[in-house]
């Protein structure tokens, strides 16, 4: 019998590279880009398994130049954070969509006023899986962002901005709680976590052969 062999690290940022820049998409699209209803859905719904791949991919790549517990620590923050924030989509989704299925309905003795007041309440189950989203992958993003401090690839810029990046949104999160921040006018610094994830991802793409020559060096 022979033994099992390690994935090539250049396998790994292949991996990584896709996955990032598939989840990047399936944000920005989602978003910003007018689309059919069930594409919309499908690229919303894979947002969350892209980000997980991506984190996954990421995990190998930092600890082929240095295992750690904060790097641990964030890809395991960071993987359930995905399957949240697919929660969440799902609710939320499922949730607008069978508040417009009962809108076209007869509806004895519930008014359009009442049926939108029951809907405030029950589209705040998806307000509060939003918040543990955030508070997962500001975790996440902390620990990922501390644990390639000194990396000699991504420097110490994107360890700074990863960890600010993070206080700041798991900061405002729970300070309006249980609000959005951008709901009470104040500033969402979810797309500036994302902004540091694209940031991460183009620069791994950029230094990809830096990366692969360093991993195999150690």
Same mark, same amino acid.
Request: glycine letters at 6%; proline letters at 5%; zero cysteines.
């Given at each position: ?16 590279? #896709?996955? %990032? ?7 920005? !699209?989602? =978003?910003?880009?007018? /689309?059919? $209803?069930?594409? @919309? ?30 790097? #641990?620590? %964030? ?7 995905? !399957?949240? =924030?697919?929660?969440? /989509?799902? $609710?939320?989704? @499922? ?32 307000? %509060? ?90």
């Amino acid at each position: 019998m022979t033994g099992s062999k390690a994935v090539p690290i250049e396998s790994w940022i292949r991996f990584t590279i #896709f996955n %990032g820049f598939a989840a990047v998409i399936s944000y920005l !699209a989602t =978003v910003f880009i007018p /689309l059919p $209803v069930t594409i @919309s859905l499908l690229l919303a719904f894979l947002f969350g398994p892209f980000f997980m791949m991506a984190t996954l991919g990421t995990f190998f790549i930092i600890k082929s130049w240095k295992a750690s517990t904060f790097l #641990f620590a %964030g890809t395991v923050f960071n993987l359930v954070a995905t !399957a949240f =924030v697919t929660l969440m /989509l799902v $609710v939320q989704q @499922s949730s607008y969509a069978f508040h417009d299925q009962f809108k076209t309905q007869v509806r004895p003795g519930v008014s359009n006023e009442q049926l939108n007041w029951i809907f405030k309440e029950v589209n705040s189950v998806q307000l %509060g899986m939003d918040v543990t989203w955030d508070i997962f992958v500001s975790a996440g993003t902390f620990f990922l962002a501390l644990s390639i401090y000194k990396h000699p690839v991504f420097k110490n810029i994107f360890a700074y901005t990863g960890m600010l990046a993070a206080v700041l949104l798991f900061s405002f999160n729970m300070y309006y709680f249980p609000q959005p921040p951008a709901s009470t006018g104040s500033i969402d610094f979810g797309p500036l976590v994302s902004l540091w994830y694209s940031a991460l991802t183009v620069y791994t793409l950029i230094k990809r052969k830096t990366l692969s020559k360093l991993a195999n060096f150690e």
